[in-house]
C-alpha cells in the first residue's frame, strides 16, 4: 500500500533521515524502533504530511503522492496519533473528536451521546463533556487514538500509544489493532516497549542515526538482536533496567504526609518519605498518585479546612506554590513534558538555566550569562542529551533528550526531595538505563526520591519500597524485594 523510498530530511547540516526505505502493506501491522533521535517521529512525519522531506518519494497504491499537510494526507486515508496529543485543551472531548466535521448547524446533545457510545466501544472510560485540558495524560492518549479510528483511516500511525496507559487499558489498546488489521487497516507502530513490538508486530524495521539498520518478520528478531541493532552494541549495556541492588534501608524521615485531602481525588491518605531512599509509587489511572505529588510541592493545594498536613523535617509546611518547595528543596518532575515541562521555543541551555535561577541560588548576587551557559553544559553532558545542533531548542529534541532537558532542569536545583512522575515515558531503552542509574546516584548521594510509574517493571527495578495508589489513598506498602507485578495489580484494582 505505501513505499517510501530513498527518504531524506534535513536540518541546518544534521540528517534527521538519511536515504531510508520503508514500505506497508494492506492489513499489516510494522513496528518501526528505534532510540530517541533514530528518525522514527520524522519518517512517519513525512508520510502523514506534518514535516516535508527533502528529497524522496512517497508511493501510495504504486502512484506518486506529496501531502503539503496533515490534511491532504488525511484524506487519502493515513492518519497519526502523535506521542505529545495534539488536541485542543479548550475544548471537550466531543468536539475534539469531531473537529473539522461540524455542521452549520449542530445538535450538541446527540454529539455527545455519538461520542459517548463510540468511545465505549473503544473500551475507553472517557468522559464526553469533559474539557481536554482537565483530563490527565492517559485520558488525552485514549481521546488521540479514538479521533485517529473514527476517521476510518486507511493507515494509522501510532507513535507511542501506549507510554500513558495502564496494564489493563494496553489490553484493550491491542484488541483494538488487532481488530483494525482484520479490517484491513495498516498499522504504522512506534514503541520503545519492544515487548509489545514483539507481540503485536508482522514485520519489523529498526533505525539508528536516521539511517535504516534491520527490518524483516517479527518472526526473526528478539530482544537482543532489536537492542543490537539500536544501539549498535550487545544488549547487556541496557540490563540496568531489569534489577537493582538489595533494597536501600529508610535513612532519616525527611517528609511526612498525614491525612491529605483534595476533594474527592485524594482522600485522608498518609505516608512518609525517607532519606536515600527510592520510593516506588504505582496506580490506576484516576487513583490520585499523580495530585499527591502535586500536592506536596505546591502545585495543587489541599482542602483549606481538614486537607491534612505535610511535615519537612518535622516542620510543618504548606506550599501555595511551586517556588516555595522548590527553595526547601523540594521538585516535582512533571509526567507531560510538553504542556507544563519545558519552554519549547527556548534552547536548551535557557531552559536548563531557568530551573537554576528559580532555585534562588542567584538571589544575592549577579549571575552571568556564561554562568548559566556552563552550568546547562554540565547537564547536559551529566544526562547525554543530544540536540542536533551545538544549543538547539527544546523543541527541535526526541522525545527522551525532551525528558532529560525536563529532568536537568529540575535536578539543578539541588533538591533533597524529587519526585518523578513517569520518568521514561517516550524514552528508549538506552535512556531509560541512564536515567534509571542517574535515580540509583541521586539515592546513592542522600537525596529522597519518589517514582511514579505505569510501568510495573520499572517499580519493581528501582524501587527501595513501594506504595499502591486506589481512589485517592495509599492503601498498601511493600518492600520491594518482597513484591511482585500480580501482588501489586491486586492491591491496585480490589
Known sequence: MIRMQAMRKVYGSVAAVDGVDFDLDAGEIHALLGENGAGKSTLTKMLSGVVQPSSGTILLDGSPVHFGNPAEAMAAGIAMVYQENSLVPTMTVAQ????GEERAFNRLRPLYIAAQQFLQSLNFNVDPWAQVSTLGVAQRQMVEIARAVRKNARVIIFDEPTASLTPEEKHHFFGLVRRLKANRVSIVFISHALE???????????????????????????????????????????????????????GRRVLSVQNLSMGN?????????????????????????????KIVTGVFKRNTFH?????????????????????????????DRKAEGFFDDMPVSENIGIGYLAAGFGRSRIVRRSDLARIAREWTQKLDVASTSGDARVIELSGGNQQKVVIAKSLVQRPRVVFLDE???????GAIAEIH????????????????????????????????????RIVEEFPADAADEKTIMYAAVH
Do not use: H, W
Request: net charge positive; glycine share 10%.
Open 96 to 99: 475534539n473528536l469531531f473537529l
Open 196 to 250: 509489545e513490538a514483539l507481540d503485536l508486530s508482522d514485520r519489523i524495521t529498526v533505525l539508528r542515526d536516521g539511517r535504516l539498520v534491520a527490518t524483516g518478520p517479527t518472526a526473526t528478531f528478539d530482544r537482543a538482536r532489536i537492542v543490537s541493532a539500536m544501539v549498535g552494541r550487545e544488549a547487556p549495556l541496557v540490563e540496568a533496567t531489569q534489577g537493582l541492588r538489595n533494597p536501600r534501608p529508610p
Open 265 to 293: 481525588i485524594v482522600r485522608n491518605t498518609s505516608f512518609s518519605l525517607y532519606e536515600g531512599q527510592v520510593t516506588g509509587i504505582f496506580g490506576l489511572i484516576g487513583s490520585g498518585r499523580t495530585e499527591m505529588a
Open 307 to 335: 486537607g491534612g498536613e505535610v511535615l519537612l523535617d518535622d516542620r510543618p509546611v504548606r506550599y501555595r506554590v511551586p517556588r516555595a518547595a522548590v527553595r526547601d528543596g523540594i521538585v516535582y518532575v512533571t509526567e
Open 423 to 429: 520518568p521514561t515515558r517516550g524514552v528508549d531503552v
Open 437 to 472: 542509574r542517574m535515580i540509583r546516584d541521586l539515592s546513592a548521594a542522600g537525596t529522597t526520591v519518589v517514582v511514579i510509574s505505569s510501568y510495573l517493571p520499572e517499580i519493581l527495578a528501582i524501587s527501595d519500597r513501594i506504595l499502591v495508589c486506589r481512589k485517592g
